[in-house]
């Protein structure tokens, strides 16, 4: 499957003749992470995970392991596998990255950690959270990806410092042309104003979140704001209007996995009950048992 993958890139011609076992098992870690980067972006989280193991075991640089063990904790959270991305992010931890890394390394297990904690089985402690953002915090410098995870993390947690965090994670991502913490920090702000009641504000940054989303190269993170905005329009009252949202949710979520179908189908079953729809939710009932 990952050759198919490669087959518009140009002919491969062997020249492996008269290269030294370290050059080869160089070359061979750099069409193993390829290879894993395709399987993930279709979701085959198994080959791409098995790839990556492969490179590890063939890999002797540190700091090349370090970001292998990044790469194999990134494609964990693909299933939701929230503990073994942890686990691999320690591991890179545990082989002394520099402090730009570390940093960065911190902010993601903190955004996991705090500001997505209904995301683990098995929630880690409070204390161990906000030391991961303490150091995230700490070590990232202003304007870098790490600080607009970090201040991201804040945002999505911290309901009395929400609007400077997802100013500063707004500003950090617009600067580095990340969409995710553009349409993230948008998340947070509509956030503020759901809480505030301002609704229509909140649908307002509901859709720059969308509109943010676009350029994202994986689905499930699209299809995650449409998901969230089609929760934000429902409490506004514009029911109307949430019909967009789950049908592009739906489409998205039928591509990826059965988590992610599910919980499509529990945004549709939610506006179906608010309409008043039942025959059409006794009939999601049954496609919800066999997703």
Not at 251 to 276: D, F, I, K, Y
Request: with cysteine; glycine share 4%; charged share 25%.
């Amino acid at each position: 499957r990952a050759a198919a993958d490669l087959e518009n890139l140009p002919l491969y011609i062997d020249d492996t003749a008269g290269l030294s076992i370290a050059a080869l098992r160089t070359r061979a870690v750099t069409w193993l992470r390829r290879a894993a980067e395709l399987a993930a972006a279709r979701y085959d989280v198994k080959e791409a995970l098995a790839l990556l193991a492969r490179a590890l075991e063939l890999e002797t640089d540190d700091q090349a392991r370090i970001e292998l063990h990044r790469h194999i904790a990134h494609v964990h959270t693909l299933h939701y596998d929230t503990e073994s991305f942890r686990s691999a992010m320690e591991d890179a931890l545990a082989l002394g990255p520099d402090a730009a890394t570390s940093a960065e390394i911190y902010s993601e297990l903190a955004y996991y950690g705090i500001g997505r904690p209904y995301v683990w089985r098995q929630q880690p402690p409070r204390e161990l959270a906000e030391r991961w953002l303490a150091n995230a915090l700490e070590l990232s410098e202003p304007g870098t990806k790490a600080r607009g995870y970090a201040t991201l993390t804040v945002a999505l947690s911290d309901p009395e410092q929400r609007d400077e965090a997802a100013e500063e994670t707004l500003a950090v991502g617009n600067t580095l042309g990340d969409p995710r913490l553009v349409a993230s920090a948008f998340e947070a702000k509509a956030m503020a104003a759901t809480a505030a009641r301002e609704f229509d504000e909140a649908c307002d940054h509901a859709d720059r979140s969308v509109e943010a989303s676009v350029e994202l190269a994986d689905p499930g993170y699209r299809g995650f704001f449409h998901w969230n905005a089609g929760f934000i329009y429902l409490r506004a009252g514009r029911i109307g209007e949430v019909r967009r949202f789950v049908d592009m949710y739906d489409r998205v979520a039928r591509s990826l996995n059965p988590h992610e179908e599910v919980h499509a189908l529990a945004l549709r079953a939610l506006l179906e009950s608010v309409l008043g729809r039942w025959h059409v939710l006794a009939e999601l009932a049954q496609e919800a048992d066999a997703a």
